[in-house]
């Protein structure tokens, strides 16, 4: 990144000369492209020009989001998708397709944990879940011949645990395998796992990418630096029909073809062209705008946070507050290295009593919604067993800290003493 990161949040991938002069990027609500020419025609569909020609690949408007969210992650590229959920399961796909394996912790969103344990086995890509990712002995162990990826968030839901990236990158790499990291709740504000050695980075952008709770999306970021044909990766080295000239008799692989990009190739080209997982160009947009204002958001949903979260720890009832940037976690000493400015939006608490009572606080908030979601410019209450997490085996999900007495909370940007005063009454009103 040439620019720094306030910067790059409003300009980076837009180039206002190539769209008539708008400043604001426009929305290309458009299906297809004019090939103009057989010749120009030719060359696109080969791959051998660049451009537009069907929004199911690329459209101008995803491009620009593409283009800039690749530039604050630090990465070489980007292809954004319909949700954070498609970015997820296409990039462990993309690695460990054709009867691979995944390590991953368990401590994870509850609809990655149900896609890895209970729904990618039927498409025979298995994943050995480890209890601590933060334990290289454990990870290690599970390495084997089949192992394609390791996979973590930077920053654990809803626990705010934080995984120690750096070490475990350079495990991965000693085995030859890609890290691969879901940073969506410290957003590339907070931190940007490239730095520390990931290989791909992705995100559910519905959250504080773009910040307001009004589009569903997902992004997948390559580092640019794995070696996909460093021989655990047949996928990469096999020629495939879709990237090769067929009349002129030339056969291409993704690793020889591609060089660096093939893995963000693999994902637009064999993923999101046949799963079709495609964002709208509207939504595209939405992010765009968000996109623009996230350190500002960020550092003040942080600040805010931090101080709910300080507040939680004194009040009544309340028996535990998880927020890492508070110090209570065994992961405290990890936030000056990876999170300088902080933890994240997100924090959980566990109060006493029973589930009468949790309910109780969940319909007692005025300021704060009962909403499934993270990263709103609202804020916003949950109980992540019964929600977020209700699909998870309940293994899982105690290992991942979500009990029934469990509330997580999402800062958005009201006042901080509304914030404070509206959870005092609330769990007041609950006993
Ligand atoms: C929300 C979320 C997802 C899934 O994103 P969707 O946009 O809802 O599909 C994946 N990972 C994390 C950490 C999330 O918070």
New binding site residues.
């Given amino acids: 990144m040439t620019q720094a990161f306030a910067t790059a949040a409003i300009h980076a991938g837009y180039d206002r000369f190539q769209h008539d002069d708008a400043v604001s990027t426009p929305i290309y609500a458009s299906a297809a492209f004019d090939m103009e020419s057989a010749v120009r025609g030719d060359a696109l569909a080969a791959g051998e020009t660049t451009g537009f020609s069907y929004s199911r690949v690329a459209n101008p408007t995803v491009d620009a989001l593409e283009r800039r969210i690749a530039a604050l992650e630090g990465g070489v590229g980007a292809v954004a998708v319909a949700?954070?959920?498609?970015?997820?399961s296409f990039a462990l796909l993309c690695a460990a397709e054709e009867g691979g394996r995944i390590i991953s912790p368990s401590n994870?969103?509850g609809?990655?944990v149900d896609a890895m344990e209970s729904f990618f086995p039927h498409f025979g890509v298995h994943t050995d879940f480890v209890k601590n990712i933060n334990d290289l002995d454990e990870v290690a162990s599970k390495i084997g011949p089949d192992t394609r990826a390791i996979f973590a968030?930077s920053v654990a839901?809803p626990s705010t645990e934080i995984t120690d990236l750096e070490p475990l990158a350079k495990l991965a790499h000693e085995h030859g395998l890609p890290l691969i990291v879901?940073n969506?709740?410290p957003t590339p504000y907070l931190l940007r796992p490239i730095e520390f050695g990931a290989d791909i980075v992705v995100h559910?952008?519905?959250?504080g990418i773009t910040g307001h709770g009004n589009a569903?999306?997902?992004v997948v970021v390559d580092a640019g630096r794995f070696d996909w044909a460093n021989g655990r990766f047949p996928h990469f080295t096999a020629n495939e029909q879709v990237i090769s000239d067929e009349r002129g008799g030339v056969e291409h692989s993704f690793a020889e073809r591609f060089g660096n990009e093939a893995f963000i190739r693999r994902v637009r080209i064999k993923y999101l062209r046949t799963f079709g997982a495609v964002p709208s160009p509207f939504n595209a947009y939405l992010s765009l705008v968000g996109l623009e204002t996230l350190p500002q958001r960020v550092a003040r949903e942080v600040e805010t946070a931090t101080a709910v979260a300080r507040h939680l720890t004194r009040a009544p009832h309340v028996v535990k507050v998880n927020y890492s940037g508070l110090g209570n976690t065994p992961q405290f000493d990890l936030l000056p290295k990876y999170l300088p400015k902080g933890v994240g939006t997100i924090l959980s608490f566990l109060v006493d009593g029973d589930e009468s009572n949790v309910r109780r606080i969940l319909d007692g908030t005025k300021v704060f919604s009962y909403v499934p979601?993270?990263g709103d410019a609202r804020s916003l209450i949950v109980d992540p067993a019964r929600i977020t997490h209700r699909e998870v085996p309940a293994e899982y999900r105690l290992a991942a800290g979500v009990t029934d007495n469990l509330i997580r909370l999402s800062i958005g940007l009201e006042d901080a003493d509304d914030l404070i005063a509206d959870l005092d009454q609330a769990i007041a009103g609950a006993y």
Avoid: H
């Fill in positions: 949700s954070g959920m498609a970015a997820v994870l969103y609809a990655s968030e839901n879901d969506t709740v559910s952008t519905t959250k569903i999306g997902g979601n993270i």
